[in-house]
């Protein structure tokens, strides 16, 4: 016996089901290609089954709830999770599984998934949010200001403590590894740990207070280790690439009560997923999972002013997932990051708010009077911008960020 997964116009209610937005691109009728998502991802396979009894249909089947154009929602009921033993891996093998594999759907985008209280109460959500960082860094108001190590392979312990000593002296609160260095023989991961510390140390000595995040992206079976490791040599900040990692692994840290230092999430690789506007995953479910998972601080783009893809609309969105209310969780500190530098800082508080982390690698270390300068020049940015004063107003008495408003100009 076959049944049909269409419930257009029902409503579902969000504490019952984890609701999915997806959108679809198909030749099929949007009804056909929609149940055929619903079935392939909840009881049903490509044809009537024997085995499906009418009561495991009701209770398990997934529920297409309304159609709009090229947008369908679809609900699936909080029994179909197991979120103890599962987690993220199984919600994923659900929501974003099989079905971006269907041959009858050309195209299909996961643009935005909301999860019962039930579920939501099963994941830490961020030890110290954005309000934690802020603490840390006692700076309760301006947006916070970072950068990563440029270049970001080849530094010696030594050359990248003494950048990020060099870009505390300018200011900035935040400094971060980059994604691709983790424990090269060039720059192994305890020597650069306690070198940074001492770094950070000395600044906080000097009255200035600042985090650095290390990259401890590695397999599933160390990373807990290593996460405990690099906090025992001085960490102050770890960096976990969420994407290539899994969100398991942020979980996994978040949860683990040794773990001490808030958690920068990097997303390399999201463009796989994301930068299709018809096909992958948008980011605004990887902010929610990474949320859920333990993220403190997470990488939203730029709202389409940097060197990455990305859009002021969609971008805005990430954003407001690092502070919706509803789901009970601590703030994430979203980070703006990927081809910024003084110029635009502006344009990016402009749209993103004070509650930010704004980045700069290459338009720190790119400054022409070197890493210090760099960092005054993005620091009097923020400064500029957070005191409602014009930046080219404020480079009349700022002589770096003059300087660098030379050089890159703004946008
Ligand atoms: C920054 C950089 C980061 C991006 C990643 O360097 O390359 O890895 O932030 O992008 P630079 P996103 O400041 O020199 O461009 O933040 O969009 O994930």
């Known amino acids: 016996m076959e049944y049909s997964y269409l419930h257009l116009g029902e409503k579902a209610d969000p504490d019952e089901y984890v609701i999915c937005k997806y959108r679809i691109t198909t030749n099929l009728p949007m009804e056909k290609a929609a149940e055929s998502l619903a079935a392939e991802q909840s009881t049903g396979t490509w044809t009537g089954i024997s085995t499906l009894e009418k009561d495991i249909f009701q209770k398990y089947g997934g529920k297409v709830i309304d159609i709009n154009e090229n947008l369908v929602e679809v609900a699936f009921p909080t029994d179909d999770f197991s979120i103890e033993v599962g987690g993220v891996p199984q919600i994923l093998s659900i929501i974003a599984g099989n079905l971006f594999g269907l041959h009858s759907i050309d195209k299909i985008r996961l643009e935005d998934v909301s999860f019962p209280k039930a579920i939501r109460e ?178 939203v783009g730029t709202l389409g002013i940097g060197k990455m893809e990305g859009h002021r609309k969609s971008d805005k969105d990430n954003i407001d997932a690092c502070f919706d209310p509803s789901v009970g969780y601590k703030e994430v500190m979203p980070v703006c990051s990927g081809g910024v530098y003084p110029g635009v800082v502006d344009k990016i508080i402009k749209a993103a708010g004070n509650n930010v982390q704004i980045q700069a690698g290459g338009g720190v270390a790119g400054h022409p009077g070197g890493v210090r300068k760099g960092a005054m020049g993005m620091s009097q940015a923020v400064d500029a911008v957070f005191s409602g004063i014009d930046l080219n107003e404020y480079a009349k008495t700022h002589d770096e960020l003059r300087v660098a408003l030379k050089m890159w100009g703004s946008k």
């Open 122 to 299: 099963c994941f830490p959500g961020p030890k110290f949010g954005a309000s934690g960082l802020r603490n840390i860094l006692d700076r309760p108001e301006r947006p916070l200001v970072g950068t990563i190590v440029k270049p970001k392979i080849g530094l010696s312990p030594k050359d990248t403590a003494n950048y990020v000593y060099e870009s505390g002296k300018g200011g900035l609160t935040n400094s971060k590894d980059d994604e691709t260095l983790v424990d090269q023989n060039f720059c192994p991961i305890q020597d650069r740990t306690v070198a940074i510390a001492e770094s950070l140390d000395r600044l906080e000595s000097e009255g200035h207070k600042m985090v650095h995040a290390i990259n401890i992206s590695t397999s599933g079976h160390k990373i807990l280790e290593i996460g405990e490791k690099v906090q025992s040599w001085g960490a102050k900040q770890i960096m976990v690439d969420v994407l290539t990692c899994g969100f398991a692994a942020v979980q996994a840290l978040a949860e683990d009560r040794s773990i001490k230092v808030p958690i920068h999430v990097h997303r390399t690789m999201h463009g796989a997923m994301t930068r299709d506007p018809l096909h992958g995953i948008a980011m605004l479910p990887i902010a929610k999972l990474c949320r859920m998972c333990g993220g403190d601080a997470l990488h």
